[in-house]
Structures are given as C-alpha cells and as structure tokens.
C-alpha cells in the first residue's frame, strides 16, 4: 500500500511542477489504482484545487476487511496542501485512523508525511 501512496506522491509532484499551483486528481496526473479483496482505493473527486487551498482525501486506501486489530473500515489518508516555504510544491499529510491498532501493519506509511524545515 504503501508504494501504491509514493507512486501518487511521484504523480502529484510533477504535476504541481507543471502547473505550478494546481492539485490534481487522480485522472488528470494519471494515477490508478484498483481495488483489492483486502483494500478499496479513492481520492478526492476535484479534477483539480488550487495548491494553496489543498485537498483532503487526496488518497484513500479503505480496508475491506478486519486485519488483526485493526478493524474492517480503517482508512489511510494522504491529504495535501501547499508548502508554504516553498512556492509551487506541496506538504503531503499521512494519516492512520487508528493508529493504535493500525499502525504496526504499514509501519513507512507515514513516512510519506512532508518534513518542512523551520
């Protein structure tokens, strides 16, 4: 799953670079994921939103099943806004819904979260 959200991450990247203040959705940078017996993939239905405006539920991976306890219906999210310290990127939010009992089955997931230097 995991490499599924880097794969989108790469996409999103060049994409901003090309338009330089726009988020895309899935179809216009030319992203798709299938869905599985274990995960239903989305992201958000915007064609596209202005980098500084953002987009929640940029990525969505939804479990379709219970895994160990982590319950059936858990979501991991990429959302994505723009970098404020530099002009035309973007900051990428990962979120585990429930961390707790979620977080030891995609332990690099968050990783994916963008470190902004201060």
Do not use: H
Not at 28 to 43: D, E, H, K, L, R
Not at 49 to 64: C, I
Not at 89 to 100: H, M, W
């Amino acid at each position: 799953m995991t490499k599924n959200a880097g794969t989108y991450v790469k996409l999103q990247d060049a994409y901003i670079s090309e338009t330089s203040d726009s988020i895309g959705s899935w179809k216009a940078i030319g992203y798709q994921m299938n869905n599985s017996s274990v995960f239903a993939y989305s992201g958000s239905d915007k064609n596209t939103v202005l980098l500084s405006a953002g987009m929640q539920d940029a990525w969505v991976a939804t479990s379709n099943v219970a895994l160990n306890d982590c319950a059936k219906g858990k979501k991991w999210t990429l959302n994505v806004i723009a970098n404020e310290t530099t002009g035309g990127s973007a900051v990428y939010t990962a979120v585990i819904e429930d961390a707790t009992n979620c977080r030891q089955l995609t332990p690099s997931f968050e990783k994916l979260t963008t470190k902004t230097s201060d």
